[in-house]
């Protein structure tokens, strides 16, 4: 049987409709998002005063993330940007990999599906973390002493333990997403934490310097691709 072996193993077809609450709980929280969005802070103010209209003002917000953030001197992802945000203007805390911070994070993402993936690396500085994310890319890390292009550059397109290991164009427009295999929903940067634990390095906080470069490398290889959010995969 085919099925039975790697090498003539077909590649797998994600045909699930990410959008069905049925079929993907993450898209149970497009709503509870939304409702978030709307919902007053400490301070009284909610999200929804200052953007009335969320479709029109977040219609390509998320597939423009990460940028480069001159005030923080860092690459600001959308889930740690959701957390400064709603701190400094609502007064809520909605620390990244929260249930709420990923919420917000799906109905956001969720706002700008369909639209093409674009990065700004139009500065110098936004230039310059890029390319320290390609490095990244490339750097050996854990136990294992593997790099992500290890997987999916130099091991790309193989099954390998009975997964598909894929190119990094495809990797990231379909972020946040339910995670079948550990009954989560999960952004981007907690993706890159499982991928550190399982090549045995320490794993780094959400909101670390070296993700949000590595985070910028990943989603310029996805250019061009549109969003598809919040997706599913195993």
Known sequence: NPIDDPEKRAKPVEDRDGLDPFVNPAAERIDVGAALFKKPGPNGQACVACHADPKAAFKRWAVEMPKWEPRLKKVLGAEEFIARHAK????????METRDNIDLSIYLHNLANGQAIKVDLSSPDAQA??????????????????????????????????????????????????????????????????????????????????????????????????????????
Request: net charge neutral.
């Open 88 to 95: 400094a203007t609502t007064g809520a805390d909605v620390p």
């Open 129 to 234: 973390a890029y390319e320290r994310g390609v490095a990244l890319s490339k750097t050996k890390v854990g136990q294992f002493n593997f790099a992500c292009t290890d997987c999916h550059e130099l091991g790309a397109n193989k099954w390998i333990r009975g997964q598909w290991l894929g190119d990094p164009k495809g990797q990231y427009d379909h972020f946040p997403l339910w995670r079948t295999s550990r009954n989560e929903n999960w952004d981007i940067r907690k993706r890159f934490q499982w991928c550190n634990v399982q090549v045995r390095a320490n794993e780094l906080p959400p909101d670390a310097v070296e993700y949000g470069e590595l985070e910028l490398y990943l989603r310029k290889a996805n250019e061009g691709l549109t969003l598809s959010a919040p997706n599913i995969r195993h």
